[in-house]
């Protein structure tokens, strides 16, 4: 019962391959015949030693020349050998490519449904070296390490059993020496594992320094921290460098070993067996040599071999705790119909993983075709609002309902079809603006995606870029002034013609007469519900309402204290 418990127990500890290995049973046809060809691979090898025995016992025993037929033999199992290695080498190189496009598409597509808290609450070093680094991993994995599982296992099962009808005592010696590979083996694991994690955690750090490096270039520059940044990346580098070098000596030098064991090993039995005066046919010695030389190094690779299958069951870890992620409830409830924009908030509540509270029992009534503004200090949770609005994130408490449905019982997507919002951190995609405005509306003709640039004051200036809409912006609209990049962002939420419009300090960049020139076209098109979150007195014209949020409550401001109060951001 013990031993039992014992095995259930080491089961339990094994890797999970979910996702992962459901990806891979797609192909597994393929897999299946790159399989029988890696075990004919291993018959063929496996068969020329006992034919060049007989080749060459012959000659050894005086009995004549060399047999022609069995020389054409030994020729044609030599090229089936290669054929077959060649042949599974191609094909599981096509289902590793095949597998690892699956991988990356599948995470790509994970990353872009889990709720954005998830990508917040993490370094984007640490996705990034998921979808890059461990995905490569288990590229390497399928096109290089599992070509040899089948053919190590079966060189060595088989030529252990050839050996034994050969010489069972000799044999018996050799295999002797392979409880010292299980204790390498365990020693080398013991030894590597921490090594491995710190390794992996030191490219982990080092992707996330690139990618903060040129995200910050901007800052880097401006407080002259360039040598510093390549210093904390060179040091960095040597640790990993250091760290891969602790890594792969000790896997270059246990197969050497092990080698330099099975040769020193083969020698003693062969002087043993010919001590004892044991009669061997020279056939069956020279099949029993090869035999012995062969399996040597499948029994030096195994403890290779085991320690990548333990990195990769590492790396499929990682790749399916990320697979595994909760994904937001897309195709859940009742399609939303096109909204008029009303909306209400009863009871909301909102906090940050368990933290203080951001908003505490919030009401608000918003008619349609309305324009309200929200006021408060920094921190005082209107972008959350905003947010909660999008279904970005999900209250504590409360219900939000648009046009008297329950956006919360509503099918995710056709909620965020009905809101548009605009930023206050704009990103724009290193697309043309053109693309960049089209991106919730990729079907608009060149006129909607002109008439809503000029809505958003941003008409003119596109047309002095060098290539005027199909000019490329950039990351993160490198190439465009703050402002520039603000129009483009407003210019994409209006073309999407949303139902309710939420404009997050929308035009804290804006000069003066691009703000008057933006607010005399919002007047004009006053048909929609807008919710504006600003602490710019201009902007706060075009509201009917305005609202104070303070300590997590939300206040109205009378008409007579608009003027008196000023506007926090």
Known sequence: MTSLALRIGTWARLPRFGPTVSLAWRSRTKIAGSSALLVAQAGFALSLPWLFGHLTGGLLDGAGGIDRALLWVILGFVAMHIACKLAASLLLAQVSESIVAQVRLRLYRHLQRVPVSYVHERRRGEILSVLMDEVSRLSTFLSHTLPQVVPVVLTLAGGLVVMTRIQPVATLLIAAGFP???????????????????????????????????????????????????????????????????????????????????????????????????RTPAAELVAFAMYAAMIARPAASLTD????????????????????????????????????GAIDIHGLSFAYGGRQPVLVDVDLRVNAGETVAIIGENGAGKSTLAHLLMRLVEPSAGTILFDGNNIHAMELSSIRRQVGIVAQRTQLANATVRENICWGSPDASDADVERAAARAQAHAFIQELPQGYDTRV??????????????????????????????????????????????????????????????????????????????GTLTEVPCAQRVREPAAA
């Open 474 to 551: 950039g990351d993160d609209g490198i190439r465009l002034s703050g402002g520039q990049c603000q129009r483009i962002a407003l210019a994409r939420a209006l073309l999407k013609d949303p139902a309710i419009l939420i404009l997050d300090e929308a035009t804290s960049m804006f000069d003066p007469a691009a703000e008057e020139a933006f607010v005399r076209a919002c007047r004009a098109w006053r048909r929609r519900t807008v919710v504006i979150i600003t602490h710019r007195p201009a902007t706060l014209q075009l509201a009917d309402r305005v609202f104070r949020l303070e300590s």
């Open 305 to 340: 071999i085991a320690n990548r299958i333990r990195h990769i069951g590492t790396t499929v870890g990682r790749i399916d705790a990320l697979l595994q992620q909760p994904l937001e409830p897309y195709g859940a409830g009742a399609e939303m119909p096109r909204a008029r």
């Open 180 to 278: 010292l590979v299980v204790l390498a083996l365990r020693l080398t694991r013991r030894k590597l594992r921490p090594v491995s994690d710190r390794l992996r955690q030191a490219e982990e750090d080092a992707v996330s320094m690139v990618d903060s490096g040129l995200s910050l270039l901007t800052v880097v520059k401006s407080f002259s921290r360039e040598e510093l940044e390549s210093n904390r990346y060179a040091t960095k580098l040597e640790e990993i460098s250091r760290l891969t070098r602790i890594e792969r000596s000790v896997h270059a030098t246990l197969p050497v070993a092990v080698e330099l064991l099975a040769a020193v090993g083969l020698v003693l039995v062969v002087w043993a067996v010919a001590a004892h005066g044991v």
